[in-house]
């Protein structure tokens, strides 16, 4: 099988040429694709601890309290107390972060439409449907996504 038609390695080679990319985007706003998708996560579930946000991103603990301390240090989220368990914080957008949702948004938009240039209406809705297939398959069997070194987030 030709390099042009793997689809392992074309899938990894999209992605990694996504993050570039992403990366490339983000620091416009003096940013990082992580902050990035703690800002989306967080917009899509407000109040996650930390730890909850952490295996989410399928990282360590500590990677998430680092750029939550930059998020906060930059007023775009707080942390508050869990009413249940002191010891657990939860994190929350403020208002200063809508306007940079909205740029992430518009950046994100840019680069999708990008990354599908040239691509018919018909063959992008077989491509995401045949993506979530694949993803459905991977979690259908997490034992085969379990080994090995954590995933970078994003």
Known sequence: MSQDNDLFLLLHDVARLNRVAADKRARVDGMTRAQWVVLIRLARNPGLSQ????????VEPISVARLADRLEGNGLIERRAD?????????????????????????RDELAARIAAGIPEATRAAIIEGLK????NLLAHPES???GPQQEIA
């Open 145 to 147: 996504t379990t080994s």
């Open 133 to 136: 297939q694949m993803k459905a």
């Open 51 to 58: 730890k909850e946000l952490a295996d989410i991103l399928e």
């Open 83 to 107: 009413q249940h368990d002191r010891r657990i914080w939860r994190l929350h957008l403020t208002d200063a972060a809508t306007p940079a949702l909205r740029r992430i948004e518009a950046q």
